[in-house]
Protein backbone atom coordinates (compact mmCIF):
# COMPACT_ATOMS: atom_id res chain seq x y z
CA UNK A 1 0.00 0.00 0.00
CA UNK A 2 1.19 3.41 -0.71
CA UNK A 3 1.76 6.39 1.28
CA UNK A 4 -1.08 8.70 2.38
CA UNK A 5 -3.43 5.94 0.76
CA UNK A 6 -6.78 5.88 2.89
CA UNK A 7 -6.74 2.97 5.37
CA UNK A 8 -8.04 1.66 8.94
CA UNK A 9 -5.42 1.11 11.07
CA UNK A 10 -4.54 -3.14 11.66
CA UNK A 11 -3.04 -4.68 14.61
CA UNK A 12 -1.01 -6.89 12.31
CA UNK A 13 1.10 -4.60 10.71
CA UNK A 14 1.02 -1.75 14.01
CA UNK A 15 3.64 -0.77 16.55
CA UNK A 16 3.16 2.22 19.56
CA UNK A 17 5.96 3.98 19.99
CA UNK A 18 5.52 6.34 23.67
CA UNK A 19 7.89 9.01 23.04
CA UNK A 20 10.03 10.30 25.72
CA UNK A 21 7.69 9.82 28.85
CA UNK A 22 9.98 9.72 31.55
CA UNK A 23 9.55 10.43 35.28
CA UNK A 24 11.72 13.88 35.43
CA UNK A 25 10.48 15.39 32.42
CA UNK A 26 6.59 14.94 32.79
CA UNK A 27 6.04 17.42 35.47
CA UNK A 28 6.93 19.90 33.35
CA UNK A 29 4.43 18.26 30.37
CA UNK A 30 0.29 20.54 30.48
CA UNK A 31 -2.06 17.81 31.80
CA UNK A 32 0.66 15.30 32.16
CA UNK A 33 -1.56 13.05 34.58
CA UNK A 34 -4.39 12.79 32.28
CA UNK A 35 -1.74 12.15 29.38
CA UNK A 36 0.61 9.68 31.39
CA UNK A 37 -3.69 7.77 31.76
CA UNK A 38 -4.38 8.21 28.22
CA UNK A 39 -1.10 6.33 26.75
CA UNK A 40 -1.50 3.37 29.41
CA UNK A 41 -4.55 2.80 28.44
CA UNK A 42 -3.73 2.74 24.72
CA UNK A 43 -0.48 0.55 25.45
CA UNK A 44 -2.69 -1.53 27.66
CA UNK A 45 -5.15 -1.82 24.69
CA UNK A 46 -1.90 -2.53 22.26
CA UNK A 47 -0.74 -5.32 24.03
CA UNK A 48 -4.20 -7.47 24.12
CA UNK A 49 -4.35 -7.11 20.85
CA UNK A 50 -0.60 -8.00 19.97
CA UNK A 51 0.57 -4.70 18.97
CA UNK A 52 4.35 -3.91 20.08
CA UNK A 53 4.86 -1.27 22.61
CA UNK A 54 8.25 0.18 21.77
CA UNK A 55 9.98 3.35 24.28
CA UNK A 56 12.12 5.83 23.85
CA UNK A 57 14.26 7.86 26.52
CA UNK A 58 15.73 10.78 26.05
CA UNK A 59 19.16 10.75 27.93
CA UNK A 60 18.03 8.59 30.64
CA UNK A 61 20.97 9.23 32.91
CA UNK A 62 19.91 13.12 33.35
CA UNK A 63 15.84 12.92 32.56
CA UNK A 64 15.31 9.14 34.20
CA UNK A 65 13.29 6.38 33.12
CA UNK A 66 10.27 6.13 31.42
CA UNK A 67 7.49 6.54 33.93
CA UNK A 68 6.14 3.17 35.63
CA UNK A 69 2.96 3.64 34.94
CA UNK A 70 3.70 3.48 31.30
CA UNK A 71 7.24 0.90 31.86
CA UNK A 72 4.93 -2.10 32.63
CA UNK A 73 2.99 -2.28 29.42
CA UNK A 74 6.68 -1.30 27.43
CA UNK A 75 7.92 -4.38 25.18
CA UNK A 76 11.54 -2.88 24.48
CA UNK A 77 13.20 0.61 25.01
CA UNK A 78 15.57 2.43 23.45
CA UNK A 79 17.62 5.06 24.90
CA UNK A 80 18.63 7.88 23.10
CA UNK A 81 20.48 11.15 22.81
CA UNK A 82 19.14 12.68 19.47
CA UNK A 83 15.47 14.63 19.07
CA UNK A 84 14.64 12.08 16.04
CA UNK A 85 15.13 8.47 17.08
CA UNK A 86 16.07 7.25 14.06
CA UNK A 87 18.90 8.89 14.15
CA UNK A 88 20.10 6.47 16.87
CA UNK A 89 22.20 3.65 15.44
CA UNK A 90 20.12 1.05 17.40
CA UNK A 91 16.67 2.29 17.31
CA UNK A 92 15.81 0.93 13.74
CA UNK A 93 18.08 -2.39 14.19
CA UNK A 94 15.42 -4.41 16.26
CA UNK A 95 12.23 -3.35 14.30
CA UNK A 96 9.90 -6.00 14.55
CA UNK A 97 9.42 -7.09 10.97
CA UNK A 98 6.36 -5.97 9.05
CA UNK A 99 5.68 -3.28 11.66
CA UNK A 100 5.33 -0.36 9.25
CA UNK A 101 2.42 1.58 10.77
CA UNK A 102 4.15 3.28 13.85
CA UNK A 103 1.64 5.14 16.16
CA UNK A 104 3.73 7.76 18.21
CA UNK A 105 3.01 9.11 21.40
CA UNK A 106 4.98 10.96 23.95
CA UNK A 107 6.71 14.00 24.52
CA UNK A 108 7.31 16.84 23.65
CA UNK A 109 4.67 17.03 20.79
CA UNK A 110 7.09 19.84 18.85
CA UNK A 111 10.14 18.39 19.29
CA UNK A 112 10.86 14.26 19.72
CA UNK A 113 7.74 13.21 18.61
CA UNK A 114 7.64 15.49 15.62
CA UNK A 115 11.31 15.06 14.59
CA UNK A 116 11.24 11.11 15.15
CA UNK A 117 7.56 11.18 12.90
CA UNK A 118 9.54 12.84 10.21
CA UNK A 119 12.34 10.74 10.77
CA UNK A 120 10.34 7.52 10.41
CA UNK A 121 8.43 8.75 7.44
CA UNK A 122 11.46 9.64 5.77
CA UNK A 123 12.54 5.85 6.42
CA UNK A 124 9.53 4.20 4.70
CA UNK A 125 7.80 3.95 7.75
CA UNK A 126 3.35 5.54 7.87
CA UNK A 127 4.01 6.99 11.11
CA UNK A 128 0.95 8.38 12.28
CA UNK A 129 0.25 10.82 15.51
CA UNK A 130 -2.12 9.73 18.16
CA UNK A 131 -3.17 13.83 19.08
CA UNK A 132 -4.85 12.80 22.18
CA UNK A 133 -1.58 11.06 23.18
CA UNK A 134 1.07 13.82 23.09
CA UNK A 135 1.94 16.75 25.04
CA UNK A 136 4.06 19.60 25.37
CA UNK A 137 4.61 22.25 28.54
CA UNK A 138 2.76 24.55 26.10
CA UNK A 139 -0.54 24.36 23.94
CA UNK A 140 1.26 26.65 21.49
CA UNK A 141 3.68 24.09 20.75
CA UNK A 142 1.68 21.61 21.15
CA UNK A 143 -0.78 23.41 18.02
CA UNK A 144 2.01 24.32 16.26
CA UNK A 145 3.31 20.29 16.19
CA UNK A 146 -0.14 18.57 15.08
CA UNK A 147 -0.31 21.87 12.05
CA UNK A 148 3.32 20.95 11.02
CA UNK A 149 2.47 17.12 11.17
CA UNK A 150 -0.37 18.05 8.68
CA UNK A 151 1.33 20.43 6.37
CA UNK A 152 4.14 17.24 5.92
CA UNK A 153 0.66 15.07 4.65
CA UNK A 154 1.12 12.97 7.90
CA UNK A 155 -1.94 10.91 9.77
CA UNK A 156 -3.37 11.68 12.65
CA UNK A 157 -5.65 9.79 14.85
CA UNK A 158 -7.13 9.73 18.79
CA UNK A 159 -6.72 6.61 21.30
CA UNK A 160 -9.77 5.24 20.59
CA UNK A 161 -10.08 5.31 16.59
CA UNK A 162 -6.66 3.10 16.94
CA UNK A 163 -7.99 0.76 19.26
CA UNK A 164 -11.33 0.32 17.65
CA UNK A 165 -9.62 0.00 14.42
CA UNK A 166 -7.30 -2.46 15.68
CA UNK A 167 -10.34 -4.27 17.06
CA UNK A 168 -12.09 -4.52 13.99
CA UNK A 169 -15.17 -5.93 15.30
CA UNK A 170 -17.21 -6.65 18.74
CA UNK A 171 -16.53 -10.45 17.87
CA UNK A 172 -12.85 -10.08 18.71
CA UNK A 173 -11.44 -12.28 21.11
CA UNK A 174 -10.26 -9.40 23.31
CA UNK A 175 -13.25 -6.99 23.01
CA UNK A 176 -13.93 -6.79 26.65
CA UNK A 177 -10.95 -6.40 28.07
CA UNK A 178 -10.35 -3.87 25.59
CA UNK A 179 -13.78 -1.98 26.10
CA UNK A 180 -13.04 -1.85 29.52
CA UNK A 181 -10.27 0.46 29.12
CA UNK A 182 -11.81 2.76 26.92
CA UNK A 183 -15.13 3.38 29.59
Do not use: N
Not at 25 to 35: E, F, G, H, K
Not at 39 to 44: E, N, S, Y
Not at 46 to 65: D, M, N, Q, Y
Not at 66 to 75: G, I, N, R, S
Request: charged share 20%; with cysteine.
Amino acid sequence: MMPGTASTLAAHDSLLLVVDMQEKLLPAIRDADALRGRVARLAQAARLLSVPVWATEHWPGKIGATHPDLLTHVDHVVAKTHFDACREADFLADWPAGRTRVLLTGTEAHICVLQTGLGLAQAGFRPVLVADGIGSRRESDWSAACERWRHHGLETVTSEMAIYEWLETPAHPAFRDVLALVK
